[in-house]
C-alpha cells in the first residue's frame, strides 16, 4: 500500500516561502544523497606480454589505421566503402542516437513540466434535478478557460541526478560500442580481402603445375610412343594433371564465397566489390619487425574494454535510483488559468484563478518492493564488474594469443619457402631423369604431387600470416583514432 500526502494551498501558507526556496536549491545544487559515487574498477594485468614477436623491432606497433601498412589499394578502398555502406554499422549508430535521446529525456526530469490548457465548454443542468426550473434550473452556460499547470519534482536526494549519471555512462557505453564494431568490421573486411588474394594465388599456383603437369603427360606420351614406356605413364600423368584440374573448381567457387560475403559488409552487391578488387595482386603483408605496448596500454585502447566500463558505471548508478525510492519524493504543483462565461472577459483581471503548493509523496509500505529492487541492482553492478573483468582477461588472451600466432606462422611460412624452392628443383632433376630413362615415372608422379602440395600449403601460410597479424591489429583496438571518429552519419 502507498500512502500519499499533497498538500494544497492553506498548508503552503504555514510553511515560509523560504522553505520552498531551499528545497529548490538542494534540488538544483547537484547533491546527490542516494547511491555512492562510481570510482573505475582498478583490475591487475600483467606487466608485460608472455609472448612476443621475433623480429627485427622497427618501432612500436601502430595500430591506428593499421590497413595502411599493408600499403594495398584495394583493401583501403574495401575498407572504405564497408564504414560509409555496411547496414549493421548503421544498426549501431542508430543506438548511438537512441542513447542520446533517452540522454536527455534523464536529463528533462531536472525541469518543470508546464503544460498549456484551454477550453470552451457548453454545460446545462436539469430542469428536474436539485434546483428547479423557476429558481434557474435547466438554464445553459458556456465557459472560457485559458492557462498552464505546473509540475516539478524537486530532486532532493539526488535520485533524478543518479538516473542522468547512469544515462551518460549508458551512452558512452553505446559510443564505444560503435567504435568496437568499427574495429571488428575493418578486420573483417580485411581478413576476407586476404581471403580473395589468397585463393587467387592459389589458383595462379595450381595452373603452374596444371602446366608443368601437362609437359609430364606429353613427356610420357613420347616415351610410349618411342617404346621406351609402358602406357600406365600416360594413363598415371592423365590421372595427376586431372586431380589438379578438379582443385580450380573448388578454389574458383572459395573465390565467389568470400566475394558474396565482403558484399555483404560492403552493403552492396558483388559487382561492385569486383570492381574494387581489381586485378590479381599478391597477398599483402605488414612491417613484420615490430614491438607491442604494455598490457595497461593495450587495454585503455580497446573500445569494448572501454564499453564495458561505462556500462558498469551505467549500472553502479542505478543504485542510487532504486535507493531514492526509500525516501519522499517532493514537488512543487501549480495552476493558473483565466476562466469566463464571457469571451470578451477572458484577458480581464478579474477572470484570474490560481493554485500553488508544495507536497510529498512518500511510499510507507510496499511488502520489501523497494528493497528488492536495490537488491536486484546491486547484483546487476557484482555482474557488470564480473564482465569487465572477463572482457580485460578476454582482451589479454586474444593478444597473446594473436603474437602466438604470428610467431609460429612465420616459423612454418619459411619452412615451406625453402621446401616449395627444393620441390621444384626435385620436380625438373626427375623428370629430367625419367626423360633419359633413369627413374620410373612414379618418381615424377610423387614430385609433382608434392611440389603442388607444398606450394598450396605456402601460398595459404602467406594469407594465415597476414591474417594473424589482422588479429593482433584486432586484439589491439586498432581502427581509427578516437579523436577521428565522428559519430555522425547521413543515412
Known amino acids: 500500500m502507498k500512502t500519499s500526502f499533497t498538500f494544497n494551498r492553506t498548508f503552503s501558507a504555514t510553511i515560509p516561502f523560504g522553505a520552498v526556496a531551499l528545497i529548490s536549491l538542494v534540488s538544483s545544487s547537484g547533491c546527490k544523497f542516494v547511491g555512492t559515487d562510481y570510482q573505475a574498477p582498478q583490475v591487475a594485468v600483467p606487466d608485460a606480454w608472455n609472448q612476443h614477436i621475433i623480429g627485427s623491432p622497427v618501432g612500436v606497433l601502430a595500430v591506428d589505421y593499421w590497413w595502411k601498412q599493408f600499403k594495398d589499394e584495394s583493401m583501403n578502398q574495401l575498407i572504405d566503402a564497408a564504414i560509409e555502406s555496411n547496414k549493421s554499422l548503421a544498426i549501431a549508430y542508430e543506438r548511438v542516437l537512441q542513447a542520446r535521446s533517452a540522454r536527455q529525456i534523464s536529463n528533462s526530469a531536472l525541469f518543470p513540466a508546464i503544460d498549456g490548457v484551454g477550453g470552451i465548454s457548453r454545460e446545462g443542468t436539469s430542469e428536474n434535478v436539485g434546483v428547479p426550473k423557476a429558481a434557474g434550473g435547466g438554464d445553459s452556460d458556456t465557459f472560457y478557460s485559458v492557462g498552464a499547470d505546473l509540475t516539478w519534482e524537486l530532486d532532493v536526494l539526488g535520485g533524478v541526478r543518479r538516473s542522468i549519471e547512469s544515462a551518460d555512462a549508458g551512452l558512452q557505453a553505446v559510443e564505444e560500442s560503435y567504435r568496437d564494431f568499427m574495429v571488428l568490421l575493418i578486420a573483417e573486411v580485411a581478413r576476407n580481402y586476404l581471403d580473395v588474394r589468397t585463393v587467387e594465388e592459389r589458383i595462379v599456383l595450381a595452373k603452374q603445375n596444371i602446366e608443368n603437369q601437362k609437359g609430364s603427360l606429353k613427356l610420357a606420351n613420347d616415351r610410349f610412343a618411342a617404346g621406351l614406356a609402358p602406357k600406365q605413364d600416360i594413363t598415371q600423368a592423365q590421372t595427376n594433371l586431372s586431380d589438379t584440374q578438379a582443385f580450380l573448381p573448388q578454389l574458383r567457387q572459395q573465390r565467389t564465397t568470400t566475394v558474396n560475403r565482403l558484399a555483404i559488409l560492403l552493403g552492396g552487391y558483388s559487382s561492385a566489390v569486383e570492381t574494387l578488387l581489381g586485378e590479381h595482386e599478391i597477398i599483402p603483408m605488414p612491417p613484420q619487425g615490430t614491438e607491442i605496448e604494455t598490457p595497461a596500454e593495450v587495454l585503455r585502447a580497446r573500445p569494448d574494454i572501454r564499453a564495458a566500463e561505462r556500462q558498469l558505471a551505467a549500472q553502479h548508478a542505478r543504485v542510487g535510483v532504486a535507493e531514492a525510492d526509500l525516501y519522499p519524493r517532493f514537488a512543487l504543483n501549480g495552476n493558473f488559468a483565466l476562466l469566463s462565461n464571457d469571451k470578451g472577459d477572458v484577458f480581464e483581471s478579474g477572470s484570474r484563478a490560481y493554485g500553488f503548493g508544495p507536497a510529498f509523496r512518500w511510499n510507507l509500505f510496499s511488502a520489501g518492493l523497494v528493497r528488492s529492487q536495490i537488491d536486484i541492482e546491486e547484483s546487476r553492478t557484482r555482474e557488470a564488474l564480473l564482465e569487465y573483468e572477463n572482457a580485460v ?30 620441390a621444384k628443383e626435385t620436380v625438373f632433376l626427375i623428370k629430367d631423369n625419367y626423360s633419359k630413362g633413369l627413374v620410373d615415372f612414379q618418381y615424377v608422379l610423387d614430385a609433382e604431387r608434392t611440389a603442388t602440395r607444398i606450394e598450396d600449403s605456402y601460398a595459404v601460410s602467406q594469407g594465415l600470416l597476414a591474417q594473424a597479424y589482422i588479429a593482433l591489429y584486432s586484439a589491439l583496438g586498432g581502427g581509427y583514432p578516437d579523436g577521428e571518429v565522428e559519430l555522425n552519419r547521413s543515412k
Not at 400 to 421: H, P, V
Open 393 to 422: 582477461l578476454g582482451a589479454v588472451e586474444e593478444v597473446e594469443t594473436s603474437m602466438s600466432g604470428i610467431a609460429n606462422e612465420r616459423d612454418r611460412l619459411q619452412s615451406l619457402k625453402l621446401g616449395s624452392a627444393s
